[in-house]
C-alpha cells in the first residue's frame, strides 16, 4: 500500500519531454526511457553516478545516459535557473554538428520533476558507428596514428573558433574511425562546455587532459595553429607544459 508521501509525490510529478523532429518515430521509446531504466532494461555499458545503456529502438541502436540525482540545492536550481545536464548534451549536440563537428545524433531527452524541484533526467542518441577510443591510440596500431592526432586538432580548432571548448576533454570522450585512410573523430559527452572566447592559451590548456607524445603533441599543434592561424611552436609549447602541469597534478606532485 502507498504511503501518503509516495502518493504526493506521484501527484506532483511529471516529465519535460524533448524529441528531435528528425527521430519523430521514436517519441514513444524516448517517452518510456525512465521506465525502461527502471526496469532494468538495455545493456549496461557504464556505470558510476552516470549510467550509460545500450538500447534497441526500431532495429536502430541507441545509446541512454541517466545522470545522476542531485542534491536538494542543485534540484531547486536545475528546476528553476539552470538547464539539465540531458538538455545541455542535446543542444551542445545539435550546435556540434551544425558547425561540422560530429558527434553522434541527439534524438531526445527526459527531464522529471516533483514540484519545484528537479529529479532526474536522461538523454538518447544514436549509438556511434566509430570503432576506436583515444586512448586505443596507446593499446593498438595504427598507421594513421599521426592523421588522428592532427584530426583531433583540427576538430578542436572548429569547436574553439565557435567559441566552444569542451570541459572534459579527455581520452575517452574522443572517438575516431578511419576508412579509405581518412580519420573521422566524433566528440561526446557534451554537458559541460565552456563558451566564450577561447585565445591561443585557453585553446591549448584544452588540449592537457589528452595523453599524448611529443610527435603527436607537434601534429596537434600544427594542424591546431593552421586552423585558426597561430604559431606553431607556441602551440607545441604550450600544448608540452599544460600537459606536463596536468601529470604532475594528478600524480600528486602539487
Not at 540545492?73 to 536545475?78: A, D, E, L, R, T
Amino acid at each position: 500500500m502507498k504511503s501518503i508521501g509516495d502518493t504526493l509525490k506521484n501527484f506532483l510529478a511529471y516529465r519535460t519531454v524533448i524529441v528531435n523532429p528528425d527521430f519523430g518515430n521514436m517519441e514513444t521509446f524516448v517517452r518510456s526511457v525512465p521506465n525502461l531504466f527502471h526496469t532494468g532494461k538495455g545493456e549496461v555499458i557504464y556505470k558510476d553516478r552516470n549510467e550509460l545503456r545500450k538500447m534497441t529502438c526500431h532495429g536502430e541502436e541507441v545509446i541512454v545516459k541517466s545522470f545522476h540525482t542531485p542534491n536538494l540545492i542543485n534540484s531547486f536550481i536545475y528546476d528553476n535557473f539552470r538547464p539539465s545536464k540531458a538538455k545541455r548534451s542535446y543542444e551542445y549536440a545539435i550546435t556540434l554538428n551544425s558547425i561540422g563537428v560530429s558527434t553522434p545524433d541527439p534524438v531526445g531527452y527526459v527531464n522529471m520533476h516533483v514540484g519545484f524541484l528537479f529529479y532526474k533526467s536522461f538523454y538518447v542518441a544514436r549509438a556511434s558507428t566509430c570503432p576506436y577510443v583515444y586512448k586505443d591510440l596507446f593499446y593498438k596500431q595504427f598507421h594513421l596514428a599521426r592523421d588522428v592526432s592532427r584530426a583531433v586538432g583540427s576538430v578542436t580548432a572548429i569547436l574553439h573558433e565557435h567559441g566552444l571548448a569542451h570541459k572534459d576533454y579527455g581520452r575517452g570522450n574522443i572517438l575516431f574511425d578511419v576508412i579509405d585512410n581518412q580519420v573521422r573523430i566524433e566528440i561526446i559527452d557534451l554537458n559541460r562546455m565552456y563558451e566564450g572566447p577561447v585565445d591561443i592559451r585557453r585553446g591549448c590548456k584544452n588540449f592537457e587532459r589528452l595523453p599524448a607524445t611529443p610527435q603527436m603533441h607537434r601534429c596537434m599543434a600544427e594542424a591546431y595553429a593552421a586552423a585558426r592561424g597561430f604559431d606553431v611552436d607556441e602551440c607545441y609549447a604550450l600544448m608540452r607544459t599544460y600537459r606536463e602541469a596536468w601529470d604532475d597534478k594528478i600524480n600528486g606532485i602539487y
